[in-house]
Nanobody, 123 residues
């Protein structure tokens, strides 16, 4: 069983910073892609940032230059560092993980979404 848990959300003022964490636990072999997405009320879910095995990173247009994604492999945790936040960044932030697990001698792929963490930017 694999679990994905986000944390670090909260209420901040415009211009402030916040760091979200996405921690993966359980019985998996490796993680090869971790992405952050967000969804504001009444809006579609939007890609924010991604980190692939090997270190390739990518960002959505609306956050490029303000957000940064990083990881601590020893903790199986990926971070989303958010700077210069604006009210338009208010949303539930979700972590999506693509991983492999082992069944006998085989490796199988799967993916999992976390439950989300609320970020509210307001004065």
């Amino acid at each position: 069983q694999v679990q994905v848990v986000e944390s670090g959300g909260g209420l901040v003022q415009p211009g402030e910073s916040l760091t979200l964490s996405c921690t993966v636990s359980g019985n998996f072999y490796s993680i090869y892609n971790t992405e952050w997405h967000r969804q504001a009320p009444g809006e579609q879910r939007e890609f924010v940032a991604g980190l692939k095995i090997g270190g390739t990173v990518s960002y959505g247009d609306s956050v490029r230059g303000r957000f940064a994604i990083s990881s601590d492999s020893a903790k199986n945790t990926v971070y989303l560092h958010m700077n210069n936040l604006t009210p338009e960044d208010t949303a539930v932030y979700y972590c999506h993980v693509v991983y492999t697990y082992t069944i006998g001698a085989r490796h199988e792929d799967s993916d999992l979404w976390g439950q989300g963490t609320q970020v509210t930017v307001s004065s």
